[in-house]
């Protein structure tokens, strides 16, 4: 298996402020980590996927300028939600992409729920 | 457009028995099919993979059957316990698209009775 960190696992903040949530590959390097996020009842849906040393690839509908990406070192990607507002409440993952030579396979953290008053 | 399809969001059975929970999906460029169960507030485990080259993967009580001319495949769980309860997730890649995405279905919810 892998360990994926990611922190905070909650936070609460008011609206209008930054938020930064942090995902670390602890036992192995990633170069390729996701970005999720989760609806309540719905599937994960992938924000963007965050490249170490390069910009991030964002999807379809996912402002850049808003859920801003870096991937510093092959063991971190951060994910700062800029300006935040009450519709961006919600549950976000990171994963972390292992290469185990035939596959590679996600490694998830435990996920952020993030509240915005 | 749903690419990774879970028809079922819920299933119960019964404690010892098998669990099937069923996934389809509609892009026959993936070659690569995971499960993934996902505890509440939790972010999704691993729990088991097929390449496209195979019809079946097993690992302990977990098998997982693909069928490629019907687009779907398939996890078993046998014999089911309770700690299996959780959310199930399949997941679909392709080598042939960038980054290593892999789509989601919207998962199904299992319950493991007493």
């Known amino acids: 298996g892998a360990v994926v960190s990611q922190h905070p696992s909650w936070v609460i903040c008011k609206s209008g402020t930054s938020v930064k949530i942090e995902c670390r590959s602890l036992d192995f390097q990633a170069t390729t980590m996701f970005w999720y996020r989760q609806f309540p009842k719905q599937s994960l849906m992938l924000m963007a996927t965050?490249?170490?040393?390069?910009?991030?690839?964002?999807e379809q509908g996912v402002e850049k300028d808003k859920f801003l990406i870096n991937h510093a070192s092959l063991t971190l990607s951060t994910l700062t939600v800029t300006s935040a507002h009450p519709e961006d409440s919600s549950f976000y993952i990171c994963?972390?992409?292992?290469?185990?030579?035939?596959?590679?396979?996600?490694?998830f953290g435990a996920g952020t729920r993030l509240s915005v008053l | 457009d749903q690419q990774v399809k879970q028809n079922s969001p819920s299933l119960s059975v019964q404690e010892g028995r098998i669990s099937i929970l069923n996934c389809d999906y509609t892009?026959?460029?993936?070659?690569?099919f995971l499960w993934y169960k996902k505890y509440p507030a939790e972010g999704p485990t691993f729990l088991i993979s097929i390449s496209s080259i195979k019809d079946k993967n097993e690992d302990g009580r977990f098998t997982v059957f693909l069928n490629k001319s019907a687009k779907h495949l398939s996890l078993h769980i046998v014999p089911s316990q309770p700690g299996d309860s959780a959310v199930y997730f399949c997941a679909a890649s392709s080598r042939y698209s960038s980054a290593s995405k892999i789509i989601f279905g919207s998962g199904t919810r299992l319950s493991i009775r007493p």
């Open positions: 965050s490249n170490e040393g390069s910009k991030a690839t964002y």
């Open positions: 892009n026959s460029m993936f070659d690569y």
């Open positions: 994963s972390a992409e292992r290469d185990w030579g035939a596959k590679n396979i996600q490694y």
